[in-house]
């Protein structure tokens, strides 16, 4: 069993690398907490042309805070606790069904040469990640 689950997990890495997927944690939150927070002090200091100022320097800071945190997400696979990876596994493995595989390059080449599979799993791998670990998925350029 843990080879199977090998085999997915490494399989998701080769899919999610070949489509140049990224992930983060929403931060949205922060961000907007951010500029309302500078808005507020501006607004204090300043009056209203202090909330307008807090809120466009509030704004940039709590975007700048926030960007840059997507990661690889084949990274995020291989660094998923084994509890997390079952899960993922059996997401992927709902779609595979009775496919039959040897060893990792072979459940490659059949997922790979199948459009539909290959978009099944790639469609399950972006879900998981929004689902279960309240991530926003981009793809790279």
């Known amino acids: 069993m843990p080879t199977l689950v090998d085999d997915v997990m490494r399989l998701c890495c080769e899919l999610s690398s070949n ?21 507020f002090a501006g607004g204090l200091m300043g009056g209203p042309p202090g909330i307008a ?7 940039l800071l ?10 690889p997400l084949p990274q995020i696979i ?3 606790p084994p509890h997390q ?10 779609i ?11 459940l490659t080449a059949l997922v790979m040469g199948n459009a539909t599979l290959k978009q099944q799993v790639a469609a399950a791998l972006v879900n998981y990640v929004t689902r279960e670990l309240r991530a926003e998925v981009h793809y790279s350029d």
């Open 96 to 106: 595979l069904g009775n496919l039959n595989w040897t060893d990792l390059a072979q």
């Open 62 to 71: 709590g975007c700048w805070m926030t960007s840059g945190q997507f990661r």
């Open 78 to 80: 291989m660094e998923l």
């Open 85 to 94: 990876q079952e899960k993922l596994y059996n997401d992927v493995m709902a």
């Open 19 to 39: 489509q140049q997927m990224k992930a983060a944690v929403k931060n949205s939150g922060k961000g907007a907490m951010m500029a309302g927070a500078i808005a």
């Open 53 to 59: 100022v807090g809120g466009a320097v509030g704004g």
